[in-house]
């Protein structure tokens, strides 16, 4: 809501049968992701982020569609709860990446 636009490279791998990863920005750092799950064409990954002082919890779902994926992130700071559209783009691991 601030304009500010950041642009986060989410790594999600699988370890010992369970989804997990991290979520990275320029801006504000790596975080590890709180929740992996896929179901019925939808991902979820949600992660929780020290931002100004605050801990800020970013909740993302999304339908991938090829390389694409869109959906909907919502975010709770101090209290404060809402929500934004978001999209992206998918791609595979390279071969030997752990993530």
């Known amino acids: ?48 982020i020290e931002f100004n002082g605050a801990e800020l919890e970013l909740k993302y779902s999304g339908r991938p569609n090829g390389t694409k994926i869109k959906g909907t992130l919502r975010y709770e700071i101090a209290g404060t709860t809402g929500k934004a559209d978001f999209e992206g783009e998918l791609s595979p691991g390279k071969s030997g990446d752990a993530e």
């Open 1 to 48: 809501d601030d304009g500010q636009i950041y642009t986060p490279t989410v790594k999600i791998n699988e370890q010992d049968g369970k989804l997990g990863g991290t979520y990275v920005t320029t801006e504000i750092g790596s975080f590890s992701l709180d929740h992996v799950a896929t179901s019925k064409n939808t991902l979820d990954f949600h992660t929780t």
